[in-house]
Each structure stands twice: as C-alpha cells, then as structure tokens.
C-alpha cells in the first residue's frame, strides 16, 4: 500500500512538472505567435520585417557581423525598397520597430516625452542613470535648465563658443 | 586643442616607435584627454586606472556594458540579473564600473574642494565648475543637482565627447587611404592649412575646409558610429501618423538605412564626399532637401549636444594628423563593421605610422 502511494505522489510531480513545462512551452509560442501577428500588421502598413526566434535582431546583427557588416539587413533593405517606411522586428518577444520614412523620424523627435530610453540599457543606469544621454521628463529638464541658466550668464561654454557664435543661441533653443 | 592634440600624437606615436598602432585607441586618448580638459578643466596625461588611461578604461566599460545589455540575464531580469554575478562579464562589468565610479567621484571632490576655497574660478569656467555652481544656485530648491547627479553628467560628456568623435576620426583615417590622388590631394591641401595656422586657428579658416567638412559628413553617412539611437520604450499607447505604437513596444530610428537609401544619394555604397560640395555636378539635392533625411547627431530636442564640438575636434585632429604623419594600412586590410553601442571596425586597426 504504502509504495503504491509513492508512485502516486511521484506521477503526479511528474505530472505536475510535465504541466508546468507544457504550460511554459505554450505561452512561449503564445508570445512569438502574437509577435508574428503584430509584426505582420506593421507590415501591411509598408514596414520590412525580421522575424528570427529567439533573439531577433540581436540575432540578424550576429550573423551579419559574422559576413562582414553588422548593418547589412539595415543597408540592404533599403536598397530593395527605398520606399519602406520602417523597419519592424524583435528583441526576445518585445517588438521593435525602427523609423526611416523622414515624416515618422520627425513625429518621433519631435516629442521625446513619450518615450524614456529603453530598459534593455538598465546595466547602463549606474554610470548615467542621471545623465543627459539616459535621464527623461523632469532629470533632464533639470540638468537642461541648470546648464541654460548658467549658459546665459556665461560668455564661453566649451571652447567651441569661441568659434561658433551661434552655439550658445543653438543650446538655448533646446526644448 | 592643437596644442594638446600635437602633444598627444608625438606622445604615443613615439612612445610605441610608430608600428602598430591601434588607431582607434589613440584617438580615444586624444578625444578623452581634450573632453577632460574642455569640460572639466584638468589633466589626464599620466593618470591610469588600473594600468589603463582612464579613455580607454572607460571605452572598454562601455563595450562591456553594452555586451551585457544584450544579455539574456539582462533582457529577463534588468540590472538585477547582472547583480546576481552569475557569467564573467557580469562581474567585469560590475568591477569596472565600480572603479570607475569611484575615479570620477574622486576627480569631482578634488574639483569641489579647489570651487568651495574659490581656487581656479574665471570668466570662462568649465562644465563641472558649471554644475557645481549650478549645486550651489540650487541648494534648498526642487532643482536642487544632487551628487549622484553631478555624477553622471561628468560621465556622460566624457562618454559622449569621446567616444563617437574617436570612431567618426579611425573611420576617415580608414577612407582617407581608399581615395584617389586628386581627392588626397585636396584633403592634404586644407589639412595643411589648418595645420600651418596653429593655435591662432580662426573660424573663418575652419568654415573654408569644405573638403574636410564634406569628407567628414561622407564618412558619417558611410559609416556613421550611431547607426540607430540609443532605443526608447513607448510610455503609452499612442500613433505615430498611422503606425500604432503600444506601450511597451521599443522605437527607435534607423539612420543607417536612410543614409544608404537610393532614392537620395546616388550609388549609396560609394564613398564620394563631393554629395555634400554645393556646386558640385554631384551634389545631392535630396539629402539637403529634408532635414530628417540625414541626421547622424539626432535631431529635434534631445539632438546632440556635443555636434558642433565634434565636427570642429575632428576637423582640427584629422588636419594635424594628415599633415604631420605618413601612414599605412596592414597589407589586404578591408574594413568589417560590428555593432556594440557604436559602429565600429570588427578587427581593429592597427596603422603603421612615422613623421613625414
């Protein structure tokens, strides 16, 4: 009796696990069908697409590095379709998509508001974290204020004020 | 800067009898050392960390954290997978930045204990006598610059001031070679000019280089060191004219792509700097005809600041360079592209190099 309760309990760990597995293996698909999906609706709004599991662009810059130029895909696609829009892909099963029409680029800058830099530079966050290259919304409109106001009351800035007049007035009109 | 750079240049080159020199590592130094000095008015000729000027340390640091943002320990769990350690370039990572941290720290004490005994104050202070003012203006208000923040701006202009300009200048030192005579010719020609001129260097001279100029926008379209921006997540759901952009989604733009687009520049894999002379029969109408066609520093408000800087540094150090050195390539050396956080050469390139 008491080791047929042992088989028991341990088919149904088995069980368990296998489920569990099951259950991973299915919302992984779950997640690149949907990835897919997406990715294939861009595409019917003029976008080029580079659908690779698992790593996606990461992935197509590894193999283009490995043929000589890690931008091929980028360079080429264009010279198939010089009217391509942008490009979409992924990385893991986060879509990404890359502006090149001027008329998306521009709507993009214009309004950096809408989008902090990326998560994927979190091991950066440490050495720049506050910094202009990284900081977002209110960080950096602190440090752009603290420069201006000093800027203004200040002849030289770098060394290159000297020699372009209109770098001061260039700063100024930032945001 | 002349000064400095012609100091740099003998420097290193003599120091390693001119054979083999990484060309890229070189010009980080001078890059490095000059950004130092502009932004945080101090020397960095005989200070190392561990063994490294501090240029190329933190060069390497940024290789290093870039390879971990494409980490899957990163891509699952952010910065606190690279905490736990798990993989050698975790801990690099970690170690390197530690230290680097703690030098740049160090350098901004210094500065701040002279700026508090009012040492080294004049009518043209550098950045980080800036931002110490700007912490002293703001104490006790809602911008108040913390530390930590002072920090970080310090290592962002000697990232940003160093690092893009050393890869635009070991990519036109590359170019440079595979032009013909005429084209060298004329690049010697204003090289020398701006060479002969010195210290007393003025803008009107720097605006006359076209050839220069346009030799630099060529190399930045052929090989740009900021292909793609550094990316940004979707903060909400919103369009972007008609493309539907979901929060969460990564966007980011491709300069790469629309530098090599047919439709603008013509045969777009040849490298022609005459695109870029007005009035010349080459001359590309399309890519001046929109300002968001060609944008190697970004644009809109979050542009680079440092562009204006880093065209005249690489004007001014290339001009020194061409006219005071003769240089070759290794024999059969093709340039290969890799991405790490810039565009760079995939084998590096090591110049032989002598005074001519």
Redesign the interface.
Known sequence: MESQSNLTVQASWSQILLMLLGFLIVRVCWKYARLWLILQGFKKQGAEVCFKIPQGIYYQRKIDTKNGDGFKWFKEIIQKNPKVRFLATHIGTTPIIYLVDPSLVKAFLSDPSKYPKSAIYEPFMPLLRHGLLLSHKYPMEKTQKNFISNLQTRVHYFTASSYDQDYSAHLLQRD | ?IKTTQHIFSREIEARKGKHIDILELFQQITGELVFR??FGGELENITIEGKPPSTYLSK?IEI?AE???APE??LL??KG?KLGLFKRNRD?LHQ?KK??SFCSEMIQLKKKKFEQGEGLS???D?LT??L??QK??KGTD?E??D??I???F???F??GMDSTSHMLTMATYFFTKQSEEVQRALMKEAIELSQAGPNIL?DL?SKAENIHAFLKETLRVATPT??L???????S?Y????Y??K???????M???N????IYQD??RFNLNRWIKGHPDFEHEAHK?P??F?PF??????C??Q??AI?QGKIILSLFLSTYNYTLPPGYEM????ELL?EP?EILYLDIEKK
């Open positions: 800067m502009i932004f640091l954290t971990n943002t494409r990163n891509l952010g910065l690279i990572c930045c680097f941290l009518e043209t202070p950045l800036i931002l003012q700007s203006q703001s911008d610059f913390s930590e923040e920090l970080h701006e290592i962002t202009f990232f940003g803008s720097l292909g793609i550094v990316a940004r997540d979707a903060a909400e919103h972007i004219e008609d493309v952009v979901k969460g989604m990564i966007v980011n733009m491709a790469i792509t629309n090599y687009n047919p439709l777009p894999y929109n968001f066609s944008t970004s644009a809109g408000p979050r542009n600041i440092g204006h800087l005249i290969h592209y890799k991405v565009y995939r």
